[in-house]
């Protein structure tokens, strides 16, 4: 089992940054893709940074140049930078984490992220 723990959301105003935090505890691999999705009120989960094991990043197309997905393997911890937020960037955030050879597709508890004047 993997354990997620996320951290960093709250509310800002457009324009401005947040860092979201996930650390994950437990039975680790050395091989993983982790990252972020997101979830707005009556839409579905969707995608937003994910990075590989080995570092491949990819990202949403609404927030490419806007956020940065990062991690600390010492901590086991990723995190996800986000400038120059929007309105529309207002969801729940969840942490996810996905071994890359063995069955398993694990989740955060999310972290309200939102972005109002």
């Known amino acids: 089992q993997v354990q997620l723990v996320e951290s960093g959301g709250g509310l800002v105003q457009p324009g401005g940054s947040l860092r979201l935090s996930c650390t994950a505890s437990g039975s680790l691999f050395a091989a993983y893709i982790t990252g972020w999705y997101r979830q707005a009120p009556g839409k579905q989960r969707e995608l937003v940074a994910t990075i590989t094991s080995g570092g491949y990043t990819n990202y949403a197309t609404s927030v490419k140049g806007r956020f940065t997905i990062s991690r600390d393997n010492p901590k086991n911890t990723v995190y996800l930078q986000m400038n120059s937020l929007k309105p529309e960037d207002t969801a729940v955030y969840y942490c996810?984490?996905?071994?890359?050879?063995?069955?398993?597709?694990?989740w955060g508890q999310g972290t309200q992220v939102t972005v109002s004047s």
């Open positions: 996810n984490y996905q071994p890359t050879y063995v069955p398993g597709n694990y």
